[in-house]
């Protein structure tokens, strides 16, 4: 009887460490959670700003999960992040670990989480026409600027 539970445990002990193998081979093919939180945008927004809701519905479609905060002081937000005045638009983003100010388009986004550079964050001025979550199309390229973490402007990050 002392044989038969003392093989069943070391079945049972075999076992179980198979299933944590495999458990641990089928973790690693599962997104890293700096991943899934550079897959995140938080979008600071006015309550009546209509064009930030189609921005956040653009960076969802683009496989984004988005958190909307609405605020009554958007020059808070811009304050707060350093967002340098003249490069400033309707809404102010977080994705990863950097600022994203205004309809920037997917595309640059992207270059800035696989390059990652020493930059606090990423601007496209105003609210031009064409840009993602406006009307109208694109009647110009797109400057996108980079900025540092003080708000000094940093010259163009890409043009699109």
Same mark, same amino acid.
């Given at each position: 009887?002392?044989?038969?539970? @003392?093989?069943?445990?070391?079945?049972?002990?075999?076992?179980?460490?198979?299933?944590?193998?495999?458990?641990?081979?089928?973790?690693?093919?599962?997104?890293?959670?700096?991943?899934?939180?550079?897959?995140?945008?938080?979008?600071?927004?006015?309550?009546?700003?209509?064009?930030?809701?189609?921005?956040?519905?653009?960076?969802?479609?683009?496989?984004?999960?988005?958190?909307?905060? =609405?605020? =009554?002081?958007?020059?808070?937000?811009?304050?707060?992040?350093?967002? *340098?005045?003249? @490069?400033?638009?309707?809404?102010?983003?977080?994705?990863?670990?950097?600022?994203? =100010?205004?309809?920037? %388009?997917?595309?640059?986004?992207?270059? @800035? @989480?696989?390059?990652? %550079?020493?930059?606090?964050?990423?601007?496209?001025?105003?609210?031009?026409?064409?840009? *993602?979550?406006?009307?109208?199309?694109?009647?110009?390229?797109?400057?996108?600027?980079?900025?540092? =973490?003080?708000?000094?402007?940093?010259?163009?990050?890409?043009?699109?």
């Amino acid at each position: 009887m002392k044989w038969k539970l @003392l093989i069943l445990s070391i079945a049972v002990i075999l076992g179980l460490g198979s299933l944590v193998v495999w458990n641990a081979s089928v973790s690693e093919d599962r997104p890293s959670d700096e991943n899934t939180a550079a897959n995140k945008v938080t979008v600071f927004k006015s309550p009546a700003c209509g064009c930030c809701e189609n921005y956040a519905t653009y960076l969802e479609r683009q496989g984004f999960t988005v958190e909307m905060v =609405e605020t =009554e002081d958007m020059n808070r937000i811009k304050e707060k992040y350093h967002v *340098p005045p003249r @490069l400033g638009s309707c809404h102010t983003s977080l994705v990863g670990n950097y600022i994203v =100010e205004g309809h920037v %388009p997917v595309e640059a986004i992207n270059k @800035l @989480l696989a390059e990652k %550079p020493a930059i606090a964050g990423i601007a496209m001025p105003g609210m031009p026409s064409g840009s *993602p979550g406006m009307p109208g199309g694109k009647e110009e390229p797109f400057v996108i600027y980079s900025f540092d =973490e003080t708000g000094k402007t940093l010259g163009v990050f890409t043009q699109m």
